[in-house]
Each structure stands twice: as structure tokens, then as C-alpha cells.
């Protein structure tokens, strides 16, 4: 009896020495797993920063201009390019089906006017009654309003130039078929120098801007020349084409012959309000891209987390984020390179 006992306390033993030693390794690798850091606390900064766009040029009074109706085309009288005063003649139709739809009205219009001065008489004497009197009458004002239409179709069976400017596309030409409302020609308000430039924007940079905000434009057309430019129009949604919001700025130097409709330019928005960020080192910055990328941070100094940011820009060595450091303490700067999402860290001095 006393043999067993003594056996299993021996066995006993074993199993703890063999526990202690499996701990002992198990801190042993924990220790060989945590990975020393340099860190940096973070801190959001209110900044002045100037936003950099680019779009095309256009004018908001671009036009697309059609017939009142369908028909022949006679004549387009201008081309992609040319300068148009307002007014000018640009294209016709061919009038030869719609001044006789006017000479159908006018003579309907004249009968029902000899009907009426008829049925006038007739009832005068007795012989007409005043519901056929009436009725003539009725018909006599149906034929005035019919050839007054006509008269209308035939006026715009002709498209004029709106305003000063240019002829941007031409869609149609002499002896094809126009519809009613087709677009045949497209112009713009260019002549009156009312040019603004259409540039894409992020959410972050949507934020920033503010109607009224001042900027300067550059452009190859002017090389070495920058243009004094104001926002003013900041859209309430996002394009569907761009993925962007797009915003107007108007430019405001009157000497911008240089410029079409279509033409690439690069904008400098100044915000008059001051926005915040963050500006961490760029070696902190992991898969990152021109809008967004990665860092780790800590809360607790001994876990490694792996977040999400969204990049501004990048200048002087440094990265403007704009977002996603907002619950993080401190900023992992050095050893980013051997951390995963939840890995220990130890903190070493700078």
C-alpha cells in the first residue's frame, strides 16, 4: 500500500514539472512574439491647407438648340468653332411643307371669317339661329388660333444664337432629318468671358469648400499664367460619371481669350474655414495610395492595431490624413513592417 502511494506521488510530480516546464516555454515564445515599437502620439491639428482639383473648362450657358418642329434641314450656316453674335441666323429648315401649313391656316382663318359675317347676317334677318351664329363664331376663333400656330412654327423654323459666343458641336447638316426638339447645334455664352472650371473633388474636400472661397486656375493654354478664380457652386450630390463632387469656380480675369470649351485645368482652392487632420510621418503610412491607405496605432501600449485612413495628400515628407485616427492614442512609427491586426508590442524609447 504504501508503495502505491508513494507511486502516484511521484506521478504526480512528473505532471506538474512537465506544467511548469509547458508554461515556462509557452512565456518563453510569448516573449519571443512581442514585437518592439517606436511610437508617436497623435494629435489632431487644426490646418489651413490649400486644396488642390483639376477639371474642364466650360460655361454654364451651354446650349443645345433644336427646332420647334421636325423637318428638312435647309441650311446650317455655321461650324464647330466659329464665334456667333446674338441673333445671328445659324440654320433652317426647309420651309416648303411649313409655309404651306401656314397658307392652309390663313385660308381657314378666311373662311371661317366670311362663315361667321354669313351666319351675322342671316340671323340679323331671322333666318339663322344664335346657337348657329355662335357656333360660326366658335369655329371663326378655332381657325385665328390654328393659323396664329402655324404662324409660331414658322417663325422658329429657324434657330438664332441666344447669346454672344461659340459654336461648341454641330450635330446635323444641310438635308438631314430633324425631329422636333433633336439637338442641332450646340453653343456657348464664351463670348461674354463668363468661363468657369469644373473640377472633381473628395467628400473630405467637399467638406472644406465654401461658396466664395478663392483660388487660382493654371492651364497649358496660358503657360506660366495663373488665373484669380472663386467658387461658386458647391453640388449637394455626387456625379454620377466621376464618382465626385463637382465643383464651379468662375474665373474672374477678363483676359481668357486662350481658353475653350473642354480644356484641362488645374485649380488651388484656398478654404476660408481651417480644417482637421492629422500629419504623420510617411514611413508610418502602409499600402497607402492617393486617397487612402493604413497605419497601426495603440490604445494600451501593448496591442498592435491595424486601422484604415484616408490620405489628403502628401507633402514634405509628410501625410495629411483626414480621417480614421480619430479613436487612436498613439501612432506606431517603426517596426510596422513585422505587425499583423492584434499583435504584441513593446514599447522602446525613441
Not at 516555454?25 to 494629435?43: A, G, R, S, W
Not at 488645374?266 to 502602409?286: F, M, R
Not at 495629411?320 to 524609447?349: F, H, Q, R
Amino acid at each position: 500500500m504504501k508503495y502505491i502511494v508513494v507511486c502516484v506521488a511521484g506521478l504526480y510530480a512528473c505532471i506538474a514539472l512537465v506544467s511548469c516546464k509547458s508554461r515556462a516555454e509557452k512565456t518563453e515564445m510569448q516573449k519571443e512574439d512581442v514585437i518592439p515599437v517606436k511610437l508617436l502620439p497623435l494629435k489632431q491639428e487644426t490646418m489651413q491647407q490649400i486644396i488642390y482639383a483639376s477639371g474642364q473648362f466650360s460655361t454654364d450657358e451651354e446650349t443645345n438648340l433644336s427646332f420647334k418642329s421636325g423637318g428638312i434641314i435647309g441650311r446650317v450656316l455655321v461650324k464647330e468653332g466659329d464665334a456667333v453674335k446674338k441673333g445671328q441666323l445659324l440654320a433652317t429648315l426647309n420651309l416648303t411643307e411649313i409655309n404651306a401649313a401656314v397658307e392652309q391656316a390663313s385660308l381657314a382663318y378666311q373662311k371661317a371669317q366670311r362663315d361667321y359675317e354669313r351666319a351675322g347676317n342671316l340671323y340679323r334677318d331671322s333666318v339663322a339661329t344664335l346657337e348657329q351664329m355662335q357656333n360660326a363664331k366658335t369655329a371663326m376663333e378655332v381657325a385665328k388660333q390654328q393659323y396664329a400656330s402655324a404662324g409660331f412654327n414658322q417663325r422658329y423654323a429657324e434657330i438664332r444664337a441666344p447669346r454672344n459666343g461659340y459654336v461648341l458641336k454641330k450635330y446635323l447638316n444641310d438635308g438631314q432629318y430633324a425631329s422636333s426638339g433633336t439637338p442641332v447645334i450646340q453653343v456657348n455664352g464664351a463670348g461674354e468671358t463668363n468661363w468657369i472650371l469644373k473640377a472633381g473633388v473628395s467628400d473630405y474636400q467637399w467638406a472644406a469648400i465654401h461658396t466664395g472661397d478663392k483660388a487660382t486656375v493654371s492651364t497649358d493654354a496660358l503657360p506660366g499664367k495663373l488665373l484669380n478664380a472663386v467658387v461658386i457652386r458647391k453640388p449637394e450630390g455626387v456625379d454620377p460619371v466621376s464618382g465626385t463632387f463637382i465643383i464651379h469656380l468662375k474665373l474672374t480675369e477678363q483676359q481668357t481669350a486662350s481658353i475653350a470649351s473642354g480644356l484641362f485645368g488645374k485649380a488651388a482652392i484656398q478654404p476660408s474655414h481651417a480644417v482637421a487632420a492629422w500629419a504623420i510621418p510617411y514611413d508610418a503610412l502602409l499600402d497607402g495610395d492617393a486617397s487612402q491607405g493604413y497605419v497601426f496605432v495603440t490604445n494600451d501600449n501593448v496591442t498592435a492595431q491595424k486601422v484604415k485612413v484616408q490620405v489628403e495628400k502628401i507633402e514634405s515628407g509628410k501625410v495629411i490624413i483626414a480621417s480614421g485616427l480619430e479613436n487612436a492614442k498613439s501612432l506606431i512609427v517603426s517596426g510596422s513592417a513585422y505587425l499583423d491586426n492584434g499583435s504584441a508590442i513593446k514599447v522602446i524609447a525613441q
